[in-house]
């Protein structure tokens, strides 16, 4: 994170702090839970490697907050891959559609601690309790093994947490967390959603958008690409005949 948005995030967290503080700001704040991000935009360029963004808020009385940032859905394929002579092949499939490309989650404690089981299945809370669609050629194949292989590969990658982030009360009301995106995070309008929990019931909950989009020289490439894919792959291979004739020559001459 710049110091910039550090710099934009602690103010923003001390006029909260003075909204927290103020007996007359109580009275006016009806909503028990207030949310915001250090940056709604996530610009990945040519050198991105990655980057945090800040969530803060305040709640307006005691309870417990829950964080989940969850990616554009997508279609995706788990292959099961035999050995046959030697030779490692991919042999059945499953599919499976509504996978989010990016799944996290946050938490100021343990989730089953603070709240039921029932809530967090019908509200979609942790990854044990996303709603994969399975579309599977082979009907009897054991939907877990390839579910299972589904959110390992993508763990592996960075693209789901393997266990909740940490949510920090600053006080009994202002709490924050720090949310990573990874080099290789997917383009999309993410939904981030902020659950604030009383004795196991659900109080309030706030969704705020984020964009992660490619921007720059990388952008252009990556729109151009997609949109004259054809003339795209001829001027690659016009690149790479001319980048091997010049090294040929460059090399012949010593």
């Not at 250090?38 to 050198?47: D, K, P, R």
């Not at 054809?230 to 010593?254: D, N």
């Amino acid at each position: 994170m710049s110091l910039s948005a550090r710099f934009i995030a602690s103010i923003c967290l001390s006029a909260f702090a003075v909204i927290a503080t103020s007996t007359p700001m109580k009275r006016a704040l009806a909503d028990p839970l207030v949310v915001d991000l250090s940056n709604h935009l996530v610009a990945i360029t040519t050198g991105f490697t990655g980057t945090d963004v800040l969530l803060f808020g305040a709640v307006q009385n005691e309870g417990d907050v829950i964080v989940t940032v969850r990616g554009p859905d997508q279609d995706m394929v788990v292959r099961r891959k035999e050995r046959k002579v030697g030779i490692w092949v991919n042999a059945e499939s499953a599919r499976y559609k509504n996978v989010p490309a990016y799944y996290a989650s946050a938490s100021n404690r343990p989730m089953d601690i603070i709240a039921p089981q029932n809530i967090l299945q019908d509200y979609r809370i942790g990854l044990d309790n996303q709603r994969f669609i399975a579309v599977s050629d082979n009907p009897d194949a054991d939907q877990k093994v390839y579910r299972d292989a589904l959110v390992r590969n993508m763990q592996n990658a960075g693209l789901f947490n393997q266990r909740p982030a940490k949510i920090s009360f600053l006080s009994n009301q202002l709490f924050r967390t720090d949310i990573h995106f990874p080099a290789n995070t997917p383009t999309g309008t993410y939904t981030i959603n902020v659950y604030l929990i009383r004795d196991g019931r659900i109080a309030s909950v706030k969704t705020t958008p984020l964009v992660v989009s490619k921007t720059g020289v990388s952008a252009e490439v990556y729109e151009f690409a997609h949109r004259y894919s054809a003339l795209y792959g001829i001027i690659a291979v016009i690149i790479a005949v001319i980048a091997g004739w010049i090294a040929s020559v460059a090399f012949r001459k010593r």
